[in-house]
């Protein structure tokens, strides 16, 4: 019913930028938070951004405050994240969801908490 294609990623130096963006179906985008998410091979899936329904609230993981910035465009059915100042550690793939509550208060950082989600688009970050 919902489908989730996520783009731009690719590889880079450390230091360097990379904006991410998922597209979206369904007419009702606008009524859902979105978030981000990584999985490195043989790890778990961990968290990154969140924006809320609205727009107007952002949540990161500690590790990406500061030189992540998540984005949305209702009109386009489409959410950003805008990836600065790149480490070696954040090479993984980086997978698009859709929080499972329309309307949420707030985003949850939990997988479980996402109900649609897209293929992936791998981000590698060279030293």
């Known amino acids: 019913q919902v489908q989730l294609v996520e783009s731009g990623g690719g590889l880079v130096q450390a230091g360097a930028s990379l904006r991410l963006s998922c597209a979206a179906s369904?007419?009702?985008?606008?009524?859902?938070?979105m978030g981000w998410f990584r999985q490195a091979p043989g790890k778990e899936r961990e968290f990154v951004a969140a924006?809320?329904?609205?727009?107007?609230?952002?949540y990161y993981a500690d590790s990406v405050k500061g030189r992540f910035t998540m984005s949305r465009d209702n009109a386009k059915n489409t959410v950003h994240m805008q990836m600065n100042s790149l480490k070696p550690e954040d090479t993984t793939v980086y997978y698009c969801?859709?929080?499972?509550?329309?309307?949420?208060?707030?985003?949850?950082?939990?997988?479980?908490?996402?109900?649609?989600w897209g293929q992936g688009t791998q981000v590698t970050v060279r030293r």
């Open positions: 969801a859709r929080n499972a509550v329309r309307r949420a208060i707030v985003p949850g950082a939990h997988e479980d908490e996402y109900d649609y």
């Open positions: 924006i809320s329904w609205t727009g107007l609230s952002t």
């Open positions: 369904g007419r009702t985008f606008s009524e859902y938070a």
